[in-house]
């Protein structure tokens, strides 16, 4: 097995930009010639797309709750305006997934299937906060210990890997070795580093819900919690 055939399905996902110069199925160096831009060079596994990933699950959050608010209007006429704004704002929701989609494939950073998988992917993840009462009522505390937890975890998998000679850093040096400019490879698009982001943004959601401005504005408006989160200043 080569080195990294484990951990390519652990952190998974060849990017274009450097799978087209390493792999063997183009005969007599007849690869295709893929353009680069400042922002190909992501350093991590490709495997969901991220972008596409946040991309859909914030707006599937801000979608399904505004629907959630408009589908109490009682009267016809209500109705029909529900339809429409249902219409609307689900048209909206694929528009924006699409071009995310597509501008992340055309910057040869992803390949289709990691797109399509990303916004899946985002979307369940949504689904899944809305579907898990305890997310959104959950104390400071609670929070705190659960962002030290999925730290120590983190670290503490990686390095075991470590000791069995399994890099979950694999495609940093893939990015380095292939990216056509050293100033694009931007070190905050390491797996580490988003680590670090996502548990601020887990944090910042513990901070938000238990807040006095959260509390009051959610009960004021009669909103979902999640949604309220995104809307409140
Ligand atoms: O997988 P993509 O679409 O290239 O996105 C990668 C990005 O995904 C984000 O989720 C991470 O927070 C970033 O650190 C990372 O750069």
Same mark, same amino acid.
């Given at each position: 097995m080569p080195k990294n055939g484990g951990t390519e399905r652990i952190l998974f996902g060849h990017r274009p930009y450097w799978w087209v110069q390493e792999t063997m199925i183009y005969p007599n160096q007849s690869s295709p010639c893929l353009e680069q831009f400042p922002? !190909?060079?992501? !350093?991590? +596994?490709?495997? +969901?797309?991220g972008h596409a990933m946040g991309s859909s699950c914030v707006w599937y959050v801000m979608v399904t709750a505004a629907l959630s608010y408009t589908?109490? #209007?009682?009267d016809k006429s209500a109705v029909t305006l529900h339809r429409l704004t249902w219409s609307f704002l689900w048209s909206m929701f694929w528009i924006i997934q699409i071009s995310v989609c597509i501008s992340r494939v055309f910057i040869a950073t992803h390949f289709p299937h990691q797109v399509v998988l990303g916004v899946f992917a985002g979307i369940l993840v949504a689904e899944a906060f809305e579907h898990t009462p305890a997310i959104q009522t959950a104390s400071l505390r609670m929070y705190i210990k659960t962002n030290l937890f999925l730290f120590i975890f983190a670290l503490g998998f990686y390095l075991s890997l470590k000791l069995l000679d399994?890099? @979950? @850093? #694999?495609s940093v040096p893939k990015a380095k070795k292939w990216c056509a400019n050293p100033d694009w490879i931007n070190i905050d698009t390491t797996p580490f580093a988003g680590l670090v982001r996502n548990l601020g943004a887990l944090f910042g959601l513990g901070l938000g819900i238990n807040s006095e401005m959260f509390i009051t504005s959610c009960k004021a408006a009669d909103l979902k919690p999640l949604f309220s989160i995104i809307v409140t200043p």
């Open positions: 922002i !190909t060079c992501e !350093t991590g +596994p490709g495997s +969901p797309s589908v109490r #209007w009682k399994i890099d @979950l @850093l #694999w």
